[in-house]
């Protein structure tokens, strides 16, 4: 410590400061949340503005025929386990559950239509062209062709930033369009020649050039991690948990832990703009948008009008409204291009259906590009039997539409037709006939889906956003534009900002 440092605050010196402080936050996602739990649980004030009837953003619970299930995320992937510390902390863990064994299928195969999904492969990409599982999605042509690769000369191996261009120059069209773009278009809405190979399949670049080739490069990542972690877990999405009763549930938590905290969380009411007074931030909102968060705003702000006065503002909302709330005060930020961010809807169906007792296509779908209008497809059920339990039998179905560069197919239609398409589509990836006289109802969420971390050019556009807004006193900003898409970087990022604020505030 130097002459200047000032002296050490006790314990209830700095909690009689952090009781002076008042944060908003702006948006109740995941994001939002968390960094507001964060931020409250050191006794500042905090009050977070929603836009929406229910708070949760993407981690949303849909209702059909009284059988609840998760509309938008639903699992969480377990690396980095910072998803798993927020629901330990959440007092959670007992619902922690895996998903049923089983895996999924690929849908739409030239001449084959549908496999399962082979196992023994990073991000689809084959150990061994010629296994079975492989050879029957790429035929003979694709698996001859994708052993090219074990015979290029280490030359043309080196540093491929795109996975596509990887994967096309080393192993062909096939894998690429069979095996690859399913997994990463299904999982990321993306094209993999929009994926950063590095931050996607981190340590494969370097393996590629250790073997020589890019299967053997996979086939020593995988058992380098099978000796980490004692299992194989090598089917694409395996590494992914659920919590019983829905990942909803999480959000529930965290409302319950932010009222515990005396913070405040204001639904159905939407900032529409961030002003900088000389007191401090105040939060701007549009008319609530239901009367019983009317009733709440209209309360809170006769309280006392200095409660809306804050000393700092968190944004946490999608990128297209933090960039406008933000762009006022952080006029870099108008210079850094924002990602892409394609529209993805899906339809949850409800089904009578006994030709899925047995589960005929494992845990869900993925699509061969341009094969099937839908983009993938979960059997909810069939894969978590925490909601198997609650349905008496009926079948939970979850038919994703849109990607990069693709509007979804439902875009254009009411619900009654998105329902009729999604039966048909569930039909025809399922492989069993179903129709409308099975449903028992539908339901419908729109999404906006944010860059995976994974985008190629991603880590360096968030990094520089995120510099920028770093830069102006008194705010912050988190959510899955900042952090990449996935509960497992944007529960991380969350917490950081959430600190990094905390402790600006308290030292700054
Ligand atoms: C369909 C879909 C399925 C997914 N499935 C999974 C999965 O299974 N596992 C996984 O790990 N990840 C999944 N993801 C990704 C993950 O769910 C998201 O990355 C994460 O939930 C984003 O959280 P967030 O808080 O950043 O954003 P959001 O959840 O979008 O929250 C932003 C919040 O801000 C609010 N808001 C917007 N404008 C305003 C305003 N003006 N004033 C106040 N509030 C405002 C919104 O209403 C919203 O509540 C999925 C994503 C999608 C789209």
Not at 158 to 186: N, Q
Not at 393 to 407: C, I
Request: aromatic content about 4%; overall charge negative.
């Amino acid at each position: 410590m130097t002459d200047d440092a000032p002296a050490p605050e006790s314990a209830p010196e700095l909690a009689a400061r952090a009781a002076q402080l008042r944060v908003a936050v702006v948006g109740a996602g995941i994001a939002g949340l968390v960094a507001a739990a964060d931020i409250a649980a050191l006794g500042m004030h905090v009050t977070v503005f929603e836009a929406d009837a229910v708070p949760g953003g993407v981690v949303r619970r849909g209702e059909v025929a009284g059988i609840s299930f998760d509309a938008g995320a639903e699992s969480f992937a377990t690396r980095g386990g910072h998803v798993r510390a927020l629901i330990d902390d959440l007092g959670l863990a007992d619902r922690v559950v895996d998903a049923a064994p089983g895996g999924a299928w690929l849908a739409g195969i030239p001449a084959v239509d549908a496999a399962p999904l082979p196992v023994g492969g990073i991000l689809g990409i084959p150990a061994n062209p010629f296994a079975d599982d492989v050879r029957r999605i790429i035929g003979w042509a694709g698996a001859w062709r994708a052993y090219l690769d074990r015979l290029r000369p280490p030359l043309t191996v080196g540093h491929e930033r795109s996975l596509g261009a990887l994967v096309r120059s080393r192993m062909g069209r096939r894998v690429l369009d069979r095996l690859v773009a399913p997994v990463t278009t299904g999982v990321h809405s993306s094209h993999p020649d929009d994926i950063d190979t590095d931050a996607a399949a981190p340590g494969l670049n370097a393996a590629l050039t250790r073997t020589g080739s890019l299967s053997g490069a996979v086939a020593d990542l995988l058992a380098e991690r099978a000796a980490q972690t004692g299992t194989a877990a090598t089917r694409p999405g395996a590494a992914v948990q659920g919590l019983a009763g829905g990942m909803a549930t999480l959000v529930d938590a965290l409302i319950d832990r932010l009222g515990m905290l005396g913070a405040e969380v204001r639904t159905g009411t939407p900032a529409e703009s961030l002003e900088r007074g000389d007191e401090g931030w105040t939060v701007a909102v549009a008319a609530p948008q239901d009367a019983d968060a009317a009733e709440l705003e209209v309360d809170a702000v006769a309280s006392d009008p200095a409660d809306e006065i804050f000393d700092a503002v968190l944004v946490a909302a999608d990128e297209a409204t933090a960039r406008h709330l933000l762009a006022p005060h952080v006029s870099a930020l108008d210079a850094i291009p924002a990602g892409p961010s394609p529209r993805i809807e899906i339809v949850t169906l409800v089904l009578d259906a006994p030709a899925l007792d047995a589960a005929p296509r494992g845990s869900g779908v993925l699509t061969v590009p341009g094969s099937h209008t839908a983009k993938a497809l979960t059997h909810s059920t069939a894969k978590w039997p925490w909601l198997a339990e609650t349905t008496g039998g009926s079948h939970v179905v979850r038919v994703s539409f849109g990607a990069q560069g693709e509007d979804p197919a439902t875009a254009v239609l009411d619900d009654d037709g998105a329902a009729r398409l999604a039966v048909q589509e569930a039909s025809a990836l399922l492989g069993v006939p179903l129709d409308e006289s099975m449903l028992r109802g539908a339901h419908r969420s729109r999404f906006t889906q944010s860059q995976p971390a994974t985008s190629l050019g991603a880590a360096e556009r968030r990094a520089a956003a995120g510099r920028v807004i770093a830069g102006v006193p008194g705010l912050a900003a988190t959510g899955a534009w900042l952090s990449g898409t996935g509960l497992a970087q944007v529960v991380p990022h969350a917490r950081a900002e959430a600190e990094r604020l905390r402790h600006a505030l308290l030292w700054g």
